[in-house]
């Protein structure tokens, strides 16, 4: 249907082309600058989740390795933390 791959189209337009706001640091930037995390889809700056990590890694206590969003907190696994840092 031509309407829906239209639609389909305008929406990944949106998701890959648009600005996404950080809800960390909230500065506008691309998707392509922005991490993903597998427990609970929210989207930050990659920027702001190696501070997040760095920061975790450093206090030296490994239970604070939980996602930023303040709905999810599940433990940042680590091939989400790989993925993350070789990024």
Do not use: W
Request: proline share 5%; charged share 20%.
């Amino acid at each position: 249907n031509t309407e829906n791959e239209a639609e389909a189209l305008a929406d990944l337009k949106t998701k890959y082309l648009n600005p996404i706001v950080c809800s960390i640091c909230f500065d506008s930037k691309h998707p392509a600058q922005y991490e993903i995390m597998d427990c609970c889809n929210q989207s930050f700056c990659t920027e702001c989740i190696i501070d997040h990590l760095t920061i975790c890694l450093a206090e030296g206590n490994l239970t604070t390795l939980i996602c930023p969003n303040q709905k999810c907190q599940k433990r940042i696994e680590e091939p989400t933390m790989r993925a993350i840092t070789l990024n």
